[in-house]
């Protein structure tokens, strides 16, 4: 049974172009969160989807950043017009119901030049 | 009100003894108290968590105590080895959404 699984797991972009990270969830959980880590600090929450549906979008910066978790396919998170604050290592997590225990991937961690 | 601290930033311990890692919280409506152990590289992965009608659970060598009055949880590792040695982050949240992390402890453990 595979675990959560984060691509890509290096991401390096330009100032002012768009980073799209990808998320796909263990088997049989329909609830994502999306958190990003700067290094030697903890996991900030972004945002809390479960399918078609964005359920807590507190932690994400009002311009730039958005997140899907479509029907079919896996959650995105998106950011455009990278700037070099963007950098950071992005983890997701999935969980069966909003009450269990979340598994995390592994991360995308996005450089920017 | 969303806040949680942990303490302390780093700890070294010797191999076969107990490390021990605080954390507060502030916002008496959490309900759920997990511990993540990370290794560089690689996503936190859950350990061991608690929900606050307990006051300590026990996995292995891992252990929280949870103090609801005084809004502390803390996390024991007994008989602590070189393996372990890893950044461990605990988190609150409440009815499974608005996860809140600490920023973490560096324990390493020397053989």
Redesign the interface.
């Known amino acids: 049974n595979a675990g959560v699984m984060q691509n890509p797991r290096h991401l390096v972009r330009r100032r002012g172009q768009e980073a799209r990270l990808r998320c796909s969830p263990m088997k049989g959980h329909s609830h994502v969160y999306w958190y990003r880590q700067l290094p030697e600090e903890g996991l900030k929450f972004m945002v809390y989807l479960q399918k078609e549906n964005i359920i807590d979008e507190s932690g994400m910066p009002k311009e730039r950043f958005s997140a899907e978790f479509p029907k079919e396919g896996p959650s995105i998170l998106r950011i455009q017009q990278v700037v070099r604050g963007d950098s950071a290592a992005y983890f997701c997590a999935s969980s069966p119901s909003r009450n269990q225990p979340q598994h995390f991937g592994d991360g995308t961690r996005l450089s920017i030049l | 009100q969303q806040q949680v601290k942990?303490s302390p930033q780093s700890l070294i311990v010797q191999k076969g003894g107990i490390s021990i890692i605080n954390c507060a919280y502030e916002n008496t409506a959490f309900d759920?108290f997990?511990w993540?152990q990370q290794f560089p590289?690689?996503?936190?992965?859950?350990l061991i968590?608690i929900r606050p009608d307990v006051s300590e659970k026990k996995e292995g060598r891992f252990t929280i105590s949870f103090n609801k009055s005084a809004k502390q949880f803390s996390l024991h590792i007994m008989d602590s080895q070189p393996g372990d040695s890893a950044t461990y982050?605990c988190a609150a949240s409440l009815?499974?959404?608005?996860?809140?992390?600490?920023?973490?402890t560096r324990l390493s453990v020397l053989p």
């Open positions: 942990q759920y997990p993540y590289g690689k996503g936190p992965a859950l968590a982050f009815d499974g959404q608005n996860f809140v992390f600490g920023p973490g």
